[in-house]
């Protein structure tokens, strides 16, 4: 379930729903059966000593519990709500990757300027998929498969550098965490705009990147 608990300030604010009572097994679950998106297993956390700790034994994870478990992971991705309600059986904790470069890339950018990309979509009236939110203060925008080699001729022609902003498009290759994974004790990753059937269909980068630029612009000035 998945509710609107808070509201974070912005340049314009925006809220952020929590979601509760979803086990990680139920969720990579339902992202295989109705969004159709792979999925795999990563690594999670460990109580010992009173504290929690990444299983993949570094003391000095960057992302305690959130990020691949194995070098060859993808390998392990599967779309089959089947075989994920297997994987996730086996491990009730690991973390759920979502693939980008298959059936959608993302396009990364601080919170501060998602959250005022995400306002000034929704005032254009733009058709958006779903945004997540990350403990380490990022804002992901689902797109089609295909930003990440569009991206950089798409903001130039905007007049602006690729290297001057701090906007990164996820492909082939990469992953994201999907909620409700945690980062360590920084909290869960988070729906900004939840998958529905609504928006079963993503828009294009080239829809949502001037808004994005905009924003990442005005945040770059700070």
Known sequence: MFIVEETIAGPEAAQIPMQRG???LEAAVRYAEERHWDVCPGTWLEAADGEHHCSCGQPACAVPGAHPAREDWASQATGSATVARRLWSQQPTASILLPTGLTFDVIDVPETAGLLAL???????????????????????????GASAKIPDLVRKLGWSPLSLDLTALGEGAYVTAPPTRYGSRGAVQWARRPTPANRWLPDAEELISPLTYACGRDGRR
């Not at 733009?126 to 992901?140: E, F, I, K, S, Y």
């Open 22 to 24: 979803e086990s990680l």
């Open 119 to 145: 306002a000034r979509m929704e005032r254009m009236d733009l058709t958006l998929g779903p945004v997540a939110w990350t403990p380490d203060r990022r804002m992901q925008f689902f797109v089609l498969p």
